[in-house]
């Protein structure tokens, strides 16, 4: 698939998304979220991948949302295949085994925030927006931000957030917990890559059961995921990376994962 709306770089073993539509600060419109998901199907089938990086062009914006001129004359049974088909490719963020970085690099509203929600972590430059202003347009969240956003932050600021539609600034976003770090925006991609090379040096096998654990465990009682812990441990156990990182530290010397 040729890309016209996003762009795409493996670096090593870090990929980078860049939603590459500037002049719309980066809208998401049908064709866009069919570029991100046919290039999170392509990472997923790539083992060479270790660590994703998701941002946007230029430096005002990160996603700024859905597109309106695309939604304005959407009906709402076409609205809702939207919505559905965003919602999949967003869960196949949570579902691919390789840890996604936001780097959200200025306005993340609507489906900019929904999507961030949706990657592992979240890296936002000091310049950084977020919110869920939908209510503004006369409609509501639909890429998720009613169910992920009280998971992340709490019913309280959630509630206010979609209620007002106001954004917050990226210090308000950390305070949160919506953001992991803040950082001066020249310096965010720089900082965004240093964490992606510090995950693409652990043993992947590991940090995709790791992840398979988390997202698993996040929705259950404690003693599911407990056993969706424990069967991943297993497999952790099962391979030849364990091996050579408990080799490695008893020999004293850094250890060479394989993925194996
Ligand atoms: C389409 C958009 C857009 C969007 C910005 N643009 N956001 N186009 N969809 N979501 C366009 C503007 O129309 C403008 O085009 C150009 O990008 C630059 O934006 P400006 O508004 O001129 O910039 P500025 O004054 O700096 O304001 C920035 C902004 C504002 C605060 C981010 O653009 C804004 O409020 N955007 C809309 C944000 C929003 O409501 N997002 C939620 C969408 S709903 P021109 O042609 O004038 O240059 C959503 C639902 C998801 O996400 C779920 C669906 C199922």
């Given at each position: 698939?040729?890309y016209?709306?996003?762009?795409?770089?493996?670096?090593d073993?870090?990929?980078?998304i860049?939603?590459?539509?500037?002049?719309?600060?980066?809208?998401l419109?049908?064709q866009?979220?069919?570029?991100?998901?046919?290039?999170?199907?392509?990472?997923?089938?790539?083992?060479?991948?270790r660590?994703?990086?998701?941002?946007?062009?230029?430096?005002?914006a990160?996603i700024?949302g859905a597109?309106?001129?695309?939604?304005?004359?959407?009906?709402?049974?076409?609205?809702?295949?939207?919505a559905?088909?965003?919602?999949q490719?967003?869960?196949?963020?949570?579902?691919?085994?390789?840890?996604?970085?936001?780097?959200?690099?200025?306005y993340?509203?609507g489906?900019?925030?929904?999507?961030?929600?949706?990657?592992?972590?979240?890296?936002?430059?000091?310049?950084?927006?977020?919110g869920?202003?939908?209510?503004?347009?006369?409609?509501i969240?639909?890429?998720?931000?009613?169910?992920r956003?009280?998971?992340?932050?709490?019913?309280?600021?959630a509630?206010?957030?979609?209620?007002?539609?106001?954004?917050?600034?990226?210090?308000?976003?950390?305070?949160?917990?919506?953001?992991?770090?803040?950082?001066?925006?020249?310096?965010l991609?720089g900082?965004?890559?240093?964490?992606?090379?510090?995950?693409?040096?652990?043993?992947?096998?590991?940090?995709?059961?790791?992840k398979?654990?988390?997202?698993?465990?996040?929705?259950?009682?404690?003693?599911?995921?407990?056993?969706?812990?424990?069967e991943a441990?297993?497999l952790a156990?099962?391979?030849?990376?364990?091996?050579?990182?408990?080799?490695?530290?008893?020999?004293?010397?850094?250890?060479?994962?394989?993925?194996?």
């Amino acid at each position: 698939m040729d890309y016209s709306n996003i762009d795409f770089t493996l670096d090593d073993a870090i990929a980078t998304i860049t939603v590459d539509r500037p002049d719309r600060l980066n809208a998401l419109n049908p064709q866009t979220m069919q570029e991100i998901e046919h290039c999170i199907d392509a990472i997923r089938d790539d083992r060479s991948i270790r660590c994703v990086i998701f941002t946007g062009a230029g430096e005002k914006a990160f996603i700024a949302g859905a597109d309106i001129t695309a939604m304005v004359t959407m009906s709402g049974f076409e609205e809702k295949t939207f919505a559905y088909h965003g919602n999949q490719v967003l869960r196949a963020f949570e579902h691919l085994p390789i840890p996604i970085i936001a780097a959200v690099n200025g306005y993340a509203l609507g489906g900019g925030t929904e999507l961030a929600l949706a990657c592992d972590l979240i890296l936002a430059a000091d310049t950084a927006r977020f919110g869920l202003p939908e209510i503004k347009l006369g409609i509501i969240p639909g890429f998720g931000g009613t169910q992920r956003l009280p998971r992340r932050v709490g019913l309280l600021r959630a509630r206010e957030m979609i209620y007002t539609g106001d954004m917050i600034d990226a210090a308000t976003a950390y305070e949160f917990g919506l953001v992991n770090h803040v950082y001066p925006a020249a310096e965010l991609m720089g900082e965004a890559n240093a964490l992606a090379t510090k995950i693409a040096r652990q043993a992947p096998l590991g940090i995709q059961q790791a992840k398979a654990a988390i997202n698993g465990g996040i929705e259950v009682d404690l003693d599911t995921g407990l056993r969706f812990e424990t069967e991943a441990v297993g497999l952790a156990f099962s391979t030849d990376d364990k091996k050579e990182g408990m080799t490695a530290f008893l020999e004293k010397r850094e250890p060479q994962f394989q993925g194996k």
